[in-house]
């Protein structure tokens, strides 16, 4: 009990419990409301400040204009080989099984912009010659 607690108010003890009218007309969060957000579907300024450092052949304008949250993960894994080789891979392979995969301009950008980086990123290069040597 604090010594400046006044006597005349109750409960006189420091715990006490009040019945709370709870409406259950709220709706119960379900898992699926908890989950993150949903990445930007269209480009983050960024995204766009980044495609314009690059040569106009490589510049992906349709991937830009049809798929902005790939061109934002391509985007911010750029600087890293270790994020962007992986990210970049996994846009050409299915793992899932049920991708309708990109049209074929989109596919063209992604293929440029890839052979565009190993040129960029020497070292990056022989990532695949280590992981082939490995095997």
């Known amino acids: 009990m604090s010594i400046y607690r006044k006597f005349d108010r109750a409960p006189s003890n420091d715990v006490h419990?009040?019945?709370?009218?709870?409406?259950?007309?709220e709706p119960v969060a379900t898992p699926a409301a908890q989950?993150?957000?949903n990445p930007a579907d269209e480009p983050?300024?960024?995204?766009?400040?980044?495609?314009?450092?690059?040569?106009?052949?490589?510049?992906?304008t349709v991937l830009l204009?049809?798929?902005?949250?790939?061109?934002n993960g391509l985007a911010a894994s750029w600087?890293?080989?270790?994020?962007?080789?992986?990210?970049?891979?996994?846009?050409?392979?299915?793992?899932r099984g049920n991708r309708k995969g990109f049209p074929p301009e989109v596919m063209a950008e992604l293929f440029a912009?890839?052979?565009?980086?190993?040129e960029a990123?020497?070292?990056s290069r022989k990532r695949w010659e280590v992981d082939n040597k490995r095997d």
């Open 121 to 123: 990123h020497p070292t």
């Open 113 to 118: 912009l890839r052979a565009y980086y190993e």
């Open 35 to 37: 989950r993150r957000g």
């Open 79 to 95: 600087t890293d080989p270790e994020a962007f080789l992986p990210f970049i891979d996994d846009l050409f392979v299915d793992r």
């Open 17 to 25: 419990a009040q019945r709370v009218k709870v409406d259950r007309a």
């Open 44 to 60: 983050l300024p960024m995204t766009v400040t980044w495609a314009a450092k690059l040569p106009r052949d490589v510049r992906p």
């Open 65 to 71: 204009r049809s798929f902005g949250r790939i061109a």
